[in-house]
C-alpha cells in the first residue's frame, strides 16, 4: 500500500475531491482536480471490486499519481512490487515495456496497460535480431539489457537493469570475471555507468573492438527522447540562476550534462534525495511530470519547475484510461509463453542481484 497517498481511501466523490484538493492545490488547476475527482472515486471502488492493484510510474501525471495507485515508484521498485502481488489483476499506469514486464512475472495473471500501445524510443531502438547479430560480433560478452526494451529483446539477453541498478549489475558481471559486457540499448546509460564504475566505453553500434584485458561496456545507439533533449546550456542557465540548487539528472542524459549534476540516479532516488536531503532548491533534470508530482508530496521543498520535457508515451495515461480498463478489462498484456519463458530469465536474475 503506497501509504503517502489516502486519497483512495476517500468514502465518497466529496471526500476524494477533498483530499486530492488539500495534496494538489496550487500544482494543478481546482478546475480539473474537481473534473478529476470523480474518475478517480470511481477507479477506486472499481479497483476494490476486482481484487486490482494500480501500480503507478513516477512520471504519471499530478492527479492521476496521487489518486488511484496502490503503489508508485521507479521501473525496479514496480518491477519488484509486481512480482510479490497477490492481486487477480494488475494495471499498470506506465509504459508498455513496464506492463510486460509485470506479465513476465506474472503469467497467470491479467495484466493490464490503459493504452493499446505506449511506446519508449528506447524499447523501439532495438530489436532482438539487433542483439542476436550483436552477440555474433562480441561472441563472448554476456549481454545486459536495460528494462526499457521489448520482451522479446529481453527474451535473448542474458541480464535485465534498470536506471536503479546499472551499475550493481555490471559489476556483478565484472566481479564474475568478464571483462567485456554488451550494455543495451542505451548509449547515455552505458556510457554513464562506465564512467560510474571507471571503465572504458566503446560503441558496438560502430563495431568499435574492446582492448584485450580491458574491462569495457559496449553500447548500442539508442536514446531516450526525451532525456537527450537537456543540454549543458540548459545545466549552465540554472547555476547561473540559482547557484544554491542541487541539480538531480535521470542517467538517460548525456555524459556531459550528468557530470554538471550533482546527483544521478533514477527516478526512486530522486524521490529519495527530495524526501531525505535538505537543500534550498531542487532541479530534476527528468520528465516533468515528476517535478510535480514531488511538489505536491513535499510542499516544504522549494523544487523548481523549469522543465518543459513530457514523454509523449507516459502522458498517453489518464484517469478515464484507466477507468476503461477496469471497466472493460482492456488492454490486456499477451505474450507468447516461449517468450515470457526466456524472458523471465534475466529478469528474474536482476532481481535476485539488486
Ligand atoms: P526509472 O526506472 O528511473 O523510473 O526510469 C524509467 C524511465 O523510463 C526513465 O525515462
Ligand atoms: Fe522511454 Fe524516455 Fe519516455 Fe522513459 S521518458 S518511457 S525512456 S521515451
Given at each position: 500500500?503506497?501509504?503517502?497517498?489516502?486519497?483512495?481511501?476517500?468514502?465518497?466523490?466529496?471526500?476524494?475531491?477533498?483530499?486530492?484538493?488539500?495534496?494538489?492545490?496550487?500544482?494543478?488547476?481546482?478546475?480539473?482536480?474537481a473534473?478529476?475527482?470523480?474518475?478517480?472515486?470511481?477507479?477506486?471502488?472499481?479497483?476494490?471490486?476486482?481484487?486490482?492493484?494500480?501500480l503507478?510510474h513516477?512520471?504519471?501525471e499530478?492527479?492521476?499519481?496521487?489518486?488511484?495507485?496502490?503503489?508508485?515508484?521507479?521501473?525496479?521498485?514496480?518491477?519488484?512490487?509486481?512480482?510479490?502481488?497477490?492481486?487477480?489483476?494488475?494495471?499498470?499506469?506506465?509504459?508498455?515495456?513496464?506492463?510486460?514486464?509485470?506479465?513476465?512475472?506474472?503469467?497467470?495473471?491479467?495484466?493490464?496497460?490503459?493504452?493499446?500501445?505506449?511506446?519508449?524510443?528506447?524499447?523501439?531502438?532495438?530489436?532482438?535480431?539487433?542483439?542476436?547479430?550483436?552477440?555474433?560480433?562480441?561472441p563472448?560478452?554476456?549481454?545486459?539489457?536495460?528494462?526499457?526494451?521489448?520482451?522479446?529483446v529481453?527474451?535473448?539477453s542474458?541480464?535485465?537493469?534498470?536506471?536503479?541498478?546499472?551499475k550493481?549489475?555490471?559489476?556483478?558481471?565484472?566481479?564474475?570475471?568478464?571483462?567485456h559486457?554488451?550494455?543495451?540499448?542505451?548509449?547515455?546509460?552505458?556510457?554513464?555507468?562506465?564512467?560510474?564504475?571507471?571503465?572504458?566505453?566503446?560503441?558496438?553500434a560502430?563495431?568499435?573492438?574492446?582492448?584485450?584485458?580491458?574491462?569495457?561496456?559496449?553500447?548500442?545507439?539508442?536514446?531516450?527522447?526525451?532525456?537527450?533533449?537537456?543540454?549543458?546550456?540548459?545545466?549552465?542557465?540554472?547555476?547561473?540562476?540559482?547557484?544554491?540548487?542541487?541539480?538531480?539528472?535521470?542517467?538517460?542524459?548525456?555524459?556531459?550534462?550528468?557530470?554538471?549534476?550533482?546527483?544521478?540516479?533514477?527516478?526512486?532516488?530522486?524521490?529519495?534525495?527530495?524526501?531525505?536531503?535538505?537543500?534550498?532548491?531542487?532541479?530534476?533534470?527528468?520528465?516533468?511530470?515528476?517535478?510535480?508530482?514531488?511538489a505536491?508530496?513535499?510542499?516544504?521543498?522549494?523544487?523548481?519547475?523549469?522543465?518543459?520535457?513530457?514523454?509523449?508515451?507516459m502522458n498517453?495515461?489518464?484517469?478515464?484510461?484507466?477507468?476503461?480498463?477496469?471497466?472493460?478489462?482492456?488492454?490486456?498484456?499477451?505474450?507468447?509463453?516461449?517468450?515470457?519463458a526466456?524472458?523471465?530469465?534475466?529478469?528474474?536474475?536482476?532481481?535476485?542481484?539488486?
Amino acid at each position: 500500500m503506497n501509504d503517502k497517498l489516502t486519497v483512495q481511501e476517500a468514502a465518497s466523490v466529496e471526500e476524494t475531491l477533498e483530499r486530492m484538493l488539500t495534496r494538489l492545490s496550487g500544482i494543478v488547476p481546482e478546475f480539473e482536480i474537481a473534473a478529476k475527482a470523480e474518475l478517480a472515486f470511481k477507479v477506486n471502488q472499481l479497483k476494490r471490486e476486482c481484487n486490482a492493484v494500480i501500480l503507478g510510474h513516477n512520471y504519471m501525471e499530478p492527479a492521476l499519481y496521487h489518486s488511484i495507485p496502490d503503489h508508485v515508484g521507479d521501473s525496479l521498485g514496480l518491477s519488484r512490487i509486481s512480482a510479490e502481488t497477490n492481486a487477480d489483476v494488475i494495471v499498470f499506469c506506465g509504459v508498455s515495456f513496464m506492463a510486460e514486464t509485470a506479465k513476465v512475472l506474472n503469467p497467470d495473471k491479467t495484466v493490464l496497460c490503459p493504452v493499446e500501445k505506449a511506446g519508449c524510443s528506447l524499447a523501439d531502438g532495438i530489436t532482438a535480431d539487433d542483439v542476436l547479430q550483436l552477440k555474433e560480433d562480441y561472441p563472448n560478452a554476456p549481454v545486459i539489457t536495460y528494462v526499457n526494451t521489448s520482451a522479446e529483446v529481453k527474451a535473448v539477453s542474458d541480464y535485465c537493469c534498470t536506471s536503479g541498478n546499472a551499475k550493481g549489475v555490471v559489476k556483478h558481471l565484472l566481479d564474475a570475471g568478464h571483462e567485456h559486457i554488451l550494455f543495451l540499448p542505451d548509449e547515455f546509460l552505458a556510457r554513464n555507468t562506465a564512467d560510474e564504475l571507471g571503465i572504458a566505453y566503446v560503441h558496438g553500434a560502430d563495431g568499435e573492438r574492446p582492448s584485450p584485458g580491458e574491462p569495457t561496456v559496449i553500447g548500442w545507439r539508442a536514446h531516450c527522447e526525451v532525456h537527450e533533449l537537456f543540454t549543458v546550456e540548459d545545466v549552465q542557465s540554472v547555476r547561473t540562476q540559482f547557484p544554491d540548487a542541487v541539480i538531480l539528472a535521470h542517467p538517460e542524459c548525456s555524459p556531459e550534462v550528468i557530470a554538471l549534476a550533482d546527483v544521478s540516479g533514477s527516478t526512486a532516488a530522486m524521490v529519495n534525495y527530495v524526501r531525505d536531503v535538505d537543500a534550498s532548491h531542487y532541479l530534476l533534470l527528468t520528465e516533468c511530470s515528476m517535478g510535480d508530482n514531488l511538489a505536491a508530496e513535499f510542499p516544504e521543498r522549494d523544487i523548481l519547475r523549469l522543465c518543459s520535457l513530457q514523454c509523449q508515451y507516459m502522458n498517453l495515461i489518464t484517469l478515464e484510461d484507466t477507468l476503461h480498463s477496469l471497466q472493460k478489462l482492456q488492454f490486456k498484456i499477451e505474450l507468447p509463453a516461449e517468450i515470457i519463458a526466456r524472458a523471465r530469465v534475466p529478469i528474474d536474475r536482476m532481481l535476485a542481484i539488486a
